[in-house]
């Protein structure tokens, strides 16, 4: 009887998670096994892949070098600059900000997020672009700026579409901060900037890590911001990406390439977890 | 403090307003606004490949969010009574559809896809019965495919996190009381995560609706609206394209705002 009710229960329980695994397998596992292949295989002459087992499409990743350095300086700096709006802003929703108010300024925060980047990233190629501020200044007598298509448009652009995702961790972090600490260190005799980097600045840094660190992650593959605002001149691995896949059809390079990115993102991951592990006690963030 | 704060909220919306203000500008100049006109949403929607980019959309975004409603919920549900070690190995899984770049899933799909169909459609073409038999490819399937591993692994999350807030006790309390676990189901936990089911299809909704760099790879011959849009900005910025990012931004403004009030519901429930 006990038998029979366990094995019910097994077959309910896989019953239940069979589509999402099923689904987790041809759309993932499968997908990564076949990139792997291609990575090790050759393009055949009229593009596309051709078996073979070499390692010459690794050998030839510094072919692709600008598009790896552009991504490894601009993703993690563009996190730092977020970073750097992102903690004042955060701080001022969970510690100075009117209760009262507070929900509707967090959502007015999160709302831009869960809109189409590429929208908001054009919005920028408009406002950049020489019929934009360009044309303004050139009224004013300030004639031929260029903004568009240069590494700081593209730094614009990602503090722009990442700025929500920083925020959140960080305001999540602050907002569970027990105020009593706080009390504790003025009573005590400290000041303010003191109990800001002595209390505050420390407790907060498991939601400032796991913002830098999604931020990053996410720019290691970004390709609008750098497509849009960058126009050819600024391009990151997922540009180098789409131009291999899409256009010269080298499959196997650009496995090669796709294989050695999820690398990347896997070590950042890991340097962030073993970061976060020091600074201990991180809570799910929510992101909605 | 208080003007930081103001230029940052500034610095987020302003560039949205300005296109949709000049969605509404009667002139071509993206710098003069000549008055106020509705001519460009007319010139838009009546633009023939840009109503079905946008049908295509919204079917891709529907369908696949109502999959990955539907198996997300059952494998949170189902993860709840496996074992560490499986639960881990799915967790892994999950959380990997999350965090590999969107650029690298299109990829990895791409490739995958290809390879099986230059298997299945020699296949095919032998065991066919009738003349012509079907060639399988990419389009509508492999977009729905790809965004629903994410979309599936968001919803798993956010219900996931909802049962984990669920009182047990409840849920003993209604088999003690002889109701069969079916029972438990429908009247106790049901109703308690479908908010959550709810804003993860709606999220799900969102992400698809707003895609461009899986669908760009997979897509095939078909075509997305972030991908008609991109190409028309490759073509030119024009006040057209202000009146479409206007109505995409206005569609997931709808979206994410009810995903919002449904979970602040569940979160004023769990009295958090």
Redesign the interface.
């Known amino acids: 009887m006990r038998a029979a009710m366990n094995t019910k229960r097994n077959l309910v329980t896989a019953a239940l998670i069979a589509p999402a695994a099923a689904w987790l397998f041809v759309f993932l596992v499968l997908p990564f096994i076949a990139m792997l292949v291609f990575a090790f295989g050759e393009r055949a002459p009229e593009g596309g892949y051709q078996a073979a087992f070499t390692f010459a499409q690794f050998a030839n990743l510094p072919a692709r070098a600008t598009a790896f350095w552009n991504t490894l300086l601009l993703a993690p700096a563009g996190a730092l600059l977020c970073l750097v709006v992102a903690y004042p802003t955060a701080y001022y929703l969970a510690v100075k900000a009117n209760p009262r108010y507070r929900l509707m300024l967090v959502s007015l925060v999160v709302v831009p997020f869960w809109t189409s980047l590429l929208v908001r990233t054009y919005a920028w190629m408009y406002i950049l672009g020489s019929r934009g501020i360009p044309n303004l200044l050139a009224l004013i007598g300030i004639e031929d700026v260029r903004l568009l298509n240069t590494p700081g448009a593209v730094l614009l652009g990602i503090v722009y579409g990442y700025l929500p995702l920083m925020i959140m961790p960080i305001y999540v972090s602050l907002e569970m901060l027990d105020r009593r600490l706080l009390e504790a260190s003025a009573d005590l005799g400290a000041k303010p900037v003191s109990t800001f980097f002595g209390v505050t600045l420390p407790l907060s840094l498991p939601g400032v890590m796991t913002g830098v660190a999604l931020v990053t992650i996410l720019l290691l593959g970004e390709y609008l911001i750098p497509q849009l605002l960058g126009g050819g001149k600024v391009f990151f691995i997922g540009n180098a990406l789409v131009d291999l896949f899409l256009q010269s059809r080298n499959w196997p390079f650009g496995s090669a390439i796709a294989v050695t990115l999820v690398a990347v993102v896997v070590v950042v991951l890991m340097v962030a977890m073993r970061i976060a592990w020091k600074v201990a006690g991180t809570r799910q963030v929510d992101l909605v | ?1 208080r003007a ?2 103001s230029s ?2 500034l ?3 302003a ?2 307003a ?2 949709v203000l ?1 969605s509404f500008n009667a002139g071509r ?3 003069e606004f000549t008055g106020f006109s509705t001519a460009w949403y007319g010139k838009a929607l009546g633009n023939t490949f840009l109503v079905s980019a946008l049908q295509n959309s919204l079917m891709i975004a529907f369908t696949s969010a109502a999959l990955a409603a ?3 919920t ?2 949170a ?3 709840e ?2 074992g560490a070690r499986m639960r881990a190995l ?1 967790d892994a ?2 959380a ?2 999350i ?7 299109g ?9 099986v169909f230059s298997f299945l459609n020699p296949a095919l073409a032998i065991l066919w019965p009738g003349d012509r038999p079907p060639q399988l490819g990419l389009g509508y399937g492999s977009i729905i ?2 965004h ?2 994410f979309s ?1 692994a968001l919803v ?1 999350m ?1 219900v996931k ?1 909802r049962i984990a807030s669920l009182g047990r006790d409840i849920v003993e309390a209604s088999s003690d009381l002889y109701a069969t676990p079916l029972t438990t189901f429908r009247l106790i936990v049901l109703p308690q995560i479908l908010p959550s089911i709810l ?1 993860g299809f709606l ?1 799900a909704f ?1 992400f698809s ?2 895609d ?2 899986i669908a ?2 997979v897509a095939g011959s078909k075509t997305t609206l ?1 991908i008609y ?2 190409a028309s ?1 490759r073509r030119g ?1 024009t006040p057209e ?2 009146a479409i ?1 206007t109505l ?2 206005v569609a ?2 709808l ?3 009810t ?2 009030i449904l ?1 602040r519901e569940k979160r004023s429930k769990s009295g958090e």
């Open positions: 403090m930081f704060i940052v909220y610095f987020l919306y560039p949205i300005l296109v000049f100049s993206a710098s539907v198996f997300g059952m494998a549900l189902g993860m009574r496996l799915f899984l999950f990997a559809a965090v590999v770049p969107g650029v690298v899933i990829i990895a799909t791409l490739v995958a896809l290809v390879a495919a790809a629903g591993l599936m798993t956010i996190a804003a999220l969102t609706f707003d461009f760099i760009f790879f972030p849009v991109f900005i910025v394209i202000n990012a995409v931004l997931s403004l979206l994410i705002l995903a919002r979970m």
